[in-house]
């Protein structure tokens, strides 16, 4: 029988040991994330977007590098310039603002006929279409919002102080400027005779995710002389930002796609510690990755231990030989989506060529 080192919520193990070259895993504290009633609401998120976050380049010989999987024209040498690599990497407070804009999404548009043309498209009437394909263009979703509502709802409180406007006009202005290579497969149903067969849209871009128009209107001269002071009361009082949002946001959204709780940012503090700087991009990544396993009905998924670090986008850990660092912030990040309720229990073992690997159970309940 293989020697199995197991932890749970509900049965903490006693200390465990760790085999030689293993990623060892540390005693849980049971401290799950109290959940709010079963008609929880849901967000969605695209799934082509979530794959796009979890891509991770694992060090294998001969492997391609990201410019080298699109045509040559797709990509303009200022962008493969701006790019560092393929898919899309956030930092934590880049993160929280998408989820924050996939929650007013949701809010501002038809979110309950799947079937509908408007179904996930905002509420910001636009007749711009953008290429998306050789001979196809689609209709990106924009959000009208007014700079309150956006504050609100990325704080998830109704005060908020001159610091904090700052900072998400900071991440706000990052977010926009950031530049990614999305390469992806839409696969759709098509009718042919008596028989129905897949047929795939391969989809190579780089762009932005979201573009911003700040627009504050009906100004008198005092009311612009104090603009230019710095005064955000006006802007407040009479601004409305348009966000226009990139295609991928809500590609197939209403039928591939990864369901969040609403709440799920305020969620993610409580779970790292209840201060919104103990949430890393690993923990996140973790929590995507095991969020989309639920929406595929999979409740017990493995990856190699020497995988995981690439995944979670600790390359640099990995690099720099920094073994302990790289174990606590793996252990963090499980412990975390175990306070989650997310993952019930985690085995480690050696897999059928000798590899250590990890497998997670999941709450198939998650709310």
Not at 158 to 179: F, N, R, V
Not at 264 to 278: S, Y
């Amino acid at each position: 029988m293989r020697n199995e080192k197991v932890k749970s919520l509900k049965q903490p193990p006693s200390e465990p040991t760790t085999e030689a070259g293993a990623i060892g895993l540390f005693k849980v504290t049971p401290s799950p994330v109290s959940e709010p009633s079963p008609k929880v609401p849901k967000v969605r998120q695209s799934g082509h977007f979530v794959d796009q976050k979890l891509k991770y380049d694992f060090p294998v010989n001969d492997q391609p590098r990201p410019f080298d999987l699109i045509d040559p024209n797709t990509i303009g040498e200022v962008e493969k310039w701006a790019v560092k690599c393929e898919g899309i990497r956030l930092t934590v407070s880049e993160d929280r603002l998408v989820m924050t804009l996939s929650s007013l999404l949701k809010d501002k548009s038809e979110s309950k006929n799947a079937d509908s043309n408007k179904f996930y498209a905002g509420n910001y009437p636009t007749t711009e279409v953008v290429p998306w394909g050789i001979k196809e263009y689609v209709k990106r979703p924009h959000l009208r919002v007014v700079p309150a509502e956006l504050y609100k709802a990325y704080l998830g409180k109704e005060k908020y102080s001159g610091q904090e406007i700052k900072d998400i006009k900071k991440t706000l202005a990052s977010l926009a400027d950031k530049i990614f290579l999305m390469t992806y497969d839409r696969v759709r149903k098509v009718q042919v005779g008596n028989k129905t067969e897949n047929r795939t849209d391969r989809i190579e871009m780089v762009k932005r995710l979201i573009e911003i128009v700040s627009y504050t209107r009906d100004l008198t001269d005092a009311e612009v002389a104090k603009l230019d002071k710095g005064d955000e009361r006006i802007r407040q009082a009479k601004g409305e930002l348009i966000i226009a949002l990139n295609p991928i946001l809500t590609d197939q959204i209403n039928s591939k796609y990864v369901e969040y709780p609403w709440d799920i940012n305020r969620r993610m503090v409580l779970a790292a510690g209840g201060h919104p700087r103990k949430v890393t991009q690993a923990m996140i990544l973790l929590r995507d990755y095991m969020l989309r396993e639920l929406s595929a009905k999979r409740y017990a998924c493995q990856i190699n231990a020497d995988k995981l670090p690439y995944l979670l986008k600790l390359d640099n850990y990995v690099k720099q030989s920094r073994n302990d660092l790289l174990r606590k912030t793996i252990e963090k990040a499980i412990q975390t989506c175990m306070n989650l309720n997310l993952i019930l229990k985690v085995v480690q073992d050696r897999g059928a060529e000798g590899q250590d690997k990890y497998t997670f159970f999941l709450n198939r309940d998650f709310k």
